[in-house]
């Protein structure tokens, strides 16, 4: 099962990453001035996640691929790691839709 992970940057802002059941970190959020903001953060990626309108496929100028989500407003919620392949980026957004729903939130600033 997934994870959200949060997290205290050293400018004070929070952040959460959804890690798979393996660990692996597949989405990373934007900075939140608070705690309850990054939280919110994470209900919403629950929300969206299983919308595939809200996924946002990119290629990247090096030829990387990755994908961003996105709230109903347009705004991005998070961002996944580089990819090798376009395969890669699917399988990446697949396992968001998996992992976000029932994610437990395991809160490291507390």
């Known amino acids: 099962m997934g994870k959200f992970v949060i997290n205290q940057r050293t400018n ?11 660990g692996q970190t ?3 959020s934007e900075g939140y001035s ?5 939280n919110n953060g994470i209900e919403s990626v629950k929300t969206n996640s299983q919308d595939d309108s809200r996924y946002e496929k990119k290629e990247s100028k090096n030829g ?5 989500l ?3 407003n347009g705004q ?3 961002s ?10 699917d399988n990446g957004i697949e396992s968001v ?5 029932d994610a437990t939130i395991d809160d490291q600033t507390a």
Not at 12 to 22: M, T
Not at 34 to 38: I, L, P, R
Not at 80 to 89: D, L
């Open 12 to 22: 004070g802002e929070f952040q959460f990453n959804l890690k798979a059941g393996n």
């Open 26 to 28: 597949i989405l990373s």
């Open 34 to 38: 608070s705690k309850s903001a990054c």
């Open 64 to 68: 990387k691929y990755h994908f961003n």
């Open 70 to 72: 996105k709230a109903g």
């Open 76 to 78: 991005i919620i998070g």
């Open 80 to 89: 996944s790691e580089m990819y090798e392949s376009a395969a890669g980026r």
């Open 97 to 101: 839709k998996t992992n976000a729903p």
